[in-house]
């Protein structure tokens, strides 16, 4: 008869306490051996039969390989590897690219699956508090799949069923220092189902020169720089206002000068124009020509901004009951009032009328000038409320380099930090690298605006056709 061994067996009581003469205790029921060897056997059995849906390539290779040996012998085997070998070098010399994709990519994301995350998965998950306890047994998130692009390992995961994704989101930093790498992101794909991505290098490590001008600019989709992932960043200017917000050199003037540059073929042929108000004298005032009009100090950028407001109204009656969008064309251009450094006309000029007559244009402007055609364009350095009343008038914002970890909020709505929108952390050395929300994603989103210098805005407003040449090719193409 069997009976289970001695470790397994409950141990009495011996010594009751006087007040507790019965004792109630879980009886403890021993798994039978033969069980325990079936449950093993049904998870090999498992493992068995979805390997050749896992990995495809490497369960064919494998099987065809024995298959080789097995019926023509070890020769034929080294022969067959060799020409495959030979095939494969000829393919990476031939088609890097797509040799990479096919081959590269899949190799480095089995390894890195294997050796990075299968491998720290647990101690990682453990010690960031994203494992789950239930009856004393541990729950953990599973790795579903890991794939490789260029820059980033994508790690898609299976939550533990009555988790959220929100969890994993307040965990970018943990995640990203375990896994060792700059960053974390999370993207919810569904039920249970969210994608973590570790970018392996930095990919907007170097400036990017000033982007090509777009032979037909699209106002609500300007380029203007380039995504973490390599894909242009579009902004949208037409239907929305932008404020740009980074700290002093954090590059607030390549996202200005990227989105008129971007504009330049529509401005050249009046269906949009560009109000300027450069108060540091600095960064508009030099490509001035370009511009339908320029104010640099107190009392002319307050009259420029009246004069906005006027015009804004007159389009606007002339509109009513007639027109619900705005097309731009030559007679009703879609007007961009560009403004840098808005708290000096907000904030810190000292006549107490001026401040106020701005705010209350910028306020109009930006209530009320979507629709038809109206966009209000502002850089600012200091994204709190006493600086800046207004920030939530502008749907669109974009956060530099910022100087506290709390002005990330401030700046890109509640929860972007904890989503991984470190713009505090962006290092000084890499001017014009923000975070954004991209429409239709709650997830902040790191890109690099491209870097216009002087010569690029001389040739912008010289007009100069090589600078529109390239794109035109490109917009043909
Ligand atoms: N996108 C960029 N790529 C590379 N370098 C850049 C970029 N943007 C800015 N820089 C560099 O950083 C310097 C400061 O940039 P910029 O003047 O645009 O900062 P800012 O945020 O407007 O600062 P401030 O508030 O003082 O005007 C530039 O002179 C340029 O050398
Ligand atoms: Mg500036």
Redesign the pocket.
């Known amino acids: 008869m069997w009976s289970p061994p001695p470790a397994s067996q409950q141990v009495s009581v011996t010594t009751p306490v006087p007040a507790q003469s019965f004792r109630f205790a879980t009886p403890v029921l021993p798994t039978p051996a033969a069980l325990i060897a079936a449950r093993w056997l049904f998870r090999l059995l498992t493992l068995v039969v979805k390997l050749p849906f896992r990995f495809p390539l490497a369960c064919a290779s494998l099987t065809a390989s024995v298959l080789v040996w097995h019926v023509f012998g070890w020769v034929a085997l080294a022969v067959v590897w060799s020409l495959v070998d030979v095939g494969l070098l000829v393919w990476w010399r031939r088609r890097p690219s797509t040799f990479r994709r096919w081959v590269g990519l899949r190799v480095l994301a089995t390894w890195r699956w294997w050796w990075v995350y299968a491998r720290q998965w647990q101690p990682v998950l453990v010690v960031a508090g994203l494992a789950e306890t239930y009856a004393e047994r541990h729950y953990l998130p599973r790795i579903r799949k890991v794939t490789c692009s260029e820059w980033a390992d994508r790690v898609r995961v299976r939550l533990v069923a009555g988790t959220a994704p929100v969890d994993f989101e307040n965990r970018v930093t943990e995640l990203a220092h375990g896994f060792g790498a700059a960053s974390c992101r999370v993207t919810v794909l569904g039920p249970r189902d969210v994608v973590l991505e570790f970018p392996r290098h930095d990919t907007l490590a170097e ?2 020169a000033a982007l090509d001008v777009p032979a037909v600019p699209d106002l609500g989709a300007l380029p203007v ?1 380039l995504q973490e992932d390599g894909t242009p960043w579009r902004l949208r200017l037409h239907g929305t206002h932008v404020l740009v917000v ?9 996202v200005i000068w990227s989105a008129i540059r971007a504009m330049l073929p529509a401005m050249q042929a009046g269906t949009a124009q560009v109000r300027a108000i450069d108060p ?1 004298r ?2 508009l005032s030099y490509g001035r020509r370009l511009f339908a009009s320029y104010a640099d100090d107190g009392e002319s950028a307050v009259a420029l901004l009246e004069q906005a407001v006027a015009d804004m109204r007159g389009r606007a009656e002339r509109y009513a009951g007639r027109q619900r969008a705005h097309v731009p064309t030559v007679d009703d251009p879609f007007v961009v009032v560009v403004l ?2 808005v708290a000096f006309l907000t904030a810190y000029h000292p006549d107490r009328d001026v401040r106020r007559r701005a705010e209350n244009a910028i306020a109009t402007l930006t209530s009320q000038g979507r629709s038809v055609g109206f966009c209000v364009l502002a ?1 600012l ?1 200091d994204p709190r409320k006493e600086v800046m009343n207004l920030r939530n008038l502008f749907p669109d914002k974009i956060a ?1 380099r910022l100087d506290e970890a709390s002005q990330v909020d401030m700046v890109l709505g509640e929860g972007a930090r904890e989503r991984g929108a470190n713009a505090h952390l962006i290092d000084p050395d890499l ?2 690298v923000a975070f954004v929300r991209v429409e239709g994603s709650p997830i902040p989103v790191r890109v ?4 216009v210098c002087d010569d690029d805005i001389d040739a912008m407003a010289a007009g100069d056709s090589s600078t529109v040449k390239a794109s035109v090719m490109e917009g043909a193409a």
């Open positions: 400036p990017i720089g980074g700290v002093t050199g954090a590059g607030k003037g390549s540091k600095m960064e840098d450094e850089a350095q530099l001017p014009g690099r605006a491209a870097y």
